[in-house]
């Protein structure tokens, strides 16, 4: 069988500009290789401007790698046109709140991607949207709702709605849920897993947190400035860490204690 993701040797490189000297090429990703799975969860961690970002554009599509490719299902995602690779893998951004339009109703932001990527009559579109509603947790009125009208958690609610509603393979996080309170927090990550039983979805998700990465994901993704140092099944990353980074990043108790529910991977 195929294996849903396939990171293959991908590096860039920014260059930086700097008045009218000549560009400087900052290495932000070194090559790195790895394999996801069908549902699993990856979680990626890191210091600050190790490539965490990086890694989770270049999987969304919103940036090119400088060399290497990635292939999902066995098709190589540069040959893909955005609209195949929507409905492969969809993004919530770091700042997901500010993302939604505050002009439009929850259900016409949640219609606006079926509109550009399947050819559904506008009933299938409207019952899909009610479907989606419902898969989050929220109701059929909060169709009609404008964003500032929903509490923080319930736009993050519509943010994951927004990023399922095409139904993809991979959903990707960039460290979006920080913003939220520790307990909304919890409602949240446990809808994922939720979904994730429900769907069959991966996640691939950068976070700080050792105690949600523990708690979520399969697999350990470890990044220090720009290479990938530790890769590996959480089991194997908590139990015989071989870097110290690791270590420390997954012994670190200055995280949030959350109420999660209880189906630990560990
Ligand atoms: N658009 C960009 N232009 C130039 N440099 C960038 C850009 N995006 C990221 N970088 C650089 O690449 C490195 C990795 O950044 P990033 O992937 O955002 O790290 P992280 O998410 O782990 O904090 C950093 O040194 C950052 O300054
Ligand atoms: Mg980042």
Same mark, same amino acid.
């Given at each position: 069988?195929?294996?849903?993701?396939?990171?293959?040797?991908?590096?860039?490189?920014?260059?930086?500009?700097?008045?009218?000297?000549?560009?400087?090429?900052?290495?932000?990703?070194?090559?790195?290789?790895?394999?996801?799975?069908?549902?699993?969860?990856? +979680?990626?961690?890191?210091?600050?401007?190790?490539?965490?970002?990086?890694? +989770?554009?270049?999987?969304?599509?919103?940036?090119?790698?400088?060399?290497?490719?990635?292939?999902?299902?066995?098709?190589?995602?540069?040959?893909?046109?955005?609209?195949?690779?929507?409905?492969?893998?969809?993004?919530?951004?770091?700042?997901?709140?500010?993302?939604?339009?505050?002009?439009?109703?929850?259900?016409?932001?949640?219609?606006?991607?079926?509109?550009?990527?399947?050819?559904?009559?506008?009933?299938?579109?409207?019952?899909?949207?009610?479907?989606?509603?419902?898969?989050?947790?929220?109701?059929?009125?909060?169709?009609?709702?404008?964003?500032?009208?929903?509490?923080?958690?319930?736009?993050?609610?519509?943010?994951? +709605?927004?990023?399922?509603?095409?139904?993809?393979?991979?959903?990707?996080?960039?460290?979006?849920?920080?913003?939220?309170?520790?307990?909304?927090?919890?409602?949240?990550?446990?809808?994922?897993?939720?979904?994730?039983?429900?769907?069959?979805?991966?996640?691939?998700?950068?976070?700080?947190?050792?105690?949600?990465?523990?708690?979520?994901?399969?697999?350990?993704?470890?990044?220090?400035?720009?290479?990938?140092?530790?890769?590996?099944?959480?089991? +194997?990353?908590?139990?015989?860490?071989?870097?110290?980074?690791?270590?420390?990043?997954?012994?670190?108790?200055?995280?949030?204690?959350?109420?999660?529910?209880?189906?630990?991977?560990?």
């Amino acid at each position: 069988m195929t294996k849903l993701l396939e990171v293959r040797e991908i590096s860039k490189y920014y260059v930086h500009k700097d008045g009218w000297m000549p560009g400087k090429r900052i290495c932000a990703l070194e090559p790195l290789s790895f394999d996801l799975e069908r549902g699993e969860t990856l +979680a990626i961690m890191g210091e600050t401007g190790s490539g965490k970002s990086t890694i +989770a554009k270049i999987i969304a599509g919103a940036e090119r790698p400088s060399s290497g490719e990635l292939f999902l299902n066995g098709q190589a995602l540069s040959a893909m046109t955005d609209q195949q690779r929507c409905r492969y893998v969809r993004m919530i951004f770091q700042d997901s709140l500010r993302s939604l339009n505050p002009q439009i109703t929850v259900g016409q932001q949640l219609t606006e991607p079926l509109i550009f990527n399947t050819d559904w009559t506008p009933e299938k579109q409207k019952q899909h949207v009610y479907e989606t509603l419902s898969k989050v947790g929220l109701l059929p009125d909060h169709y009609g709702f404008y964003p500032h009208m929903l509490s923080s958690g319930q736009q993050q609610r519509v943010c994951i +709605a927004r990023a399922i509603v095409l139904e993809p393979q991979i959903v990707m996080a960039d460290e979006a849920f920080v913003a939220l309170d520790p307990s909304i927090r919890a409602q949240i990550i446990n809808l994922i897993l939720d979904l994730q039983q429900d769907m069959g979805i991966s996640f691939i998700f950068v976070s700080h947190s050792a105690e949600i990465v523990k708690h979520v994901s399969d697999k350990i993704l470890i990044m220090h400035r720009g290479s990938m140092i530790e890769f590996g099944t959480t089991q +194997a990353l908590i139990n015989h860490p071989e870097e110290q980074l690791t270590k420390t990043l997954l012994h670190s108790e200055h995280n949030y204690k959350v109420p999660l529910h209880s189906t630990t991977k560990e």
